[in-house]
């Protein structure tokens, strides 16, 4: 089983600002199938980024993916107030599934 | 509208069983691989297991591995879970979701709670 570990767990941030997280896998993943969700409180998980670098339907083009292998990001180019939830990165691998623990936006 | 609504959660003691349900609409349901990812409130996400769009190929995460049976009904757009011999650690909230490009999850319900307790 792949393992994701995104860092860091929680970031304290200001609307406007540039974000950039993190998700490392203990094996190489395909980039094909790398993907990154937000979840705001009560809320399911939305799909932002699959295949690494491809925005999901209606994502601002503000969220941007990245990576190959075992190193991957999703950055934030300038942060809205409703940016600021949980971050989670998702993989697939020899019919296996797993997300990272996920990384947290605070307002500062 | 795309939707996915689950239902069937609510408390079970250990070592019973419980089925869940999720009723699709607004797309063509039998065209899609569908899946279950479960959250402990306050926690992270955990992968459940999938289904491919006719039911050939399924696969489950290995902490459900013999005591969950993932299965759907194309004729009736749903996606069930039957889940066997529960543990307090099978306690969450139990999501479906659409498998779209990438091996992604691009559509979610809003969960149905699973609680299991004495």
């Known amino acids: 089983e792949i393992i994701l570990t995104q860092s860091p767990g929680t970031l304290s941030l200001s609307p406007g600002e540039r974000v950039t997280l993190s998700c490392r896998a203990s094996q190489s993943v395909s980039s094909n199938y790398l993907a990154w969700y937000q979840q705001k409180l009560g809320q399911a998980p939305r799909l932002l980024i699959y295949g690494a670098s491809s925005r999901a339907t209606g994502i601002p083009d503000r969220f941007s993916g990245s990576g190959s292998g075992t190193d991957f990001t999703l950055t934030i180019s300038r942060l809205e107030p409703e940016d600021f939830a949980v971050y989670y990165c998702q993989q697939y691998s020899s019919s296996s599934y797993s997300f990272g623990q996920g990384t947290k936006l605070e307002i500062k | 509208e795309v939707q996915l609504v689950e239902s069937g959660g609510g408390l079970v003691q250990p070592g019973r069983s419980l089925r869940l349900s999720c009723a699709a609409s607004g797309f063509s349901f039998d065209n899609y691989a569908m899946h279950w990812v479960r959250q402990v409130p306050g926690k992270g996400l955990e992968w459940v297991s999938g289904i491919s769009s006719n039911s050939g190929d399924i696969i489950y995460a290995d902490s459900v591995k013999g005591r969950f049976t993932i299965s759907r009904d194309n004729a009736k757009n749903s996606l069930y879970l039957q889940m066997n011999s529960l543990r307090p650690e099978d306690m969450a909230l139990y999501y479906c979701?659409?498998?779209?490009?990438?091996?992604?999850?691009?559509?979610w319900g809003q969960g149905t709670l699973v609680t299991v307790s004495s």
């Open positions: 979701v659409r498998r779209s490009d990438g091996r992604a999850f691009d559509i």
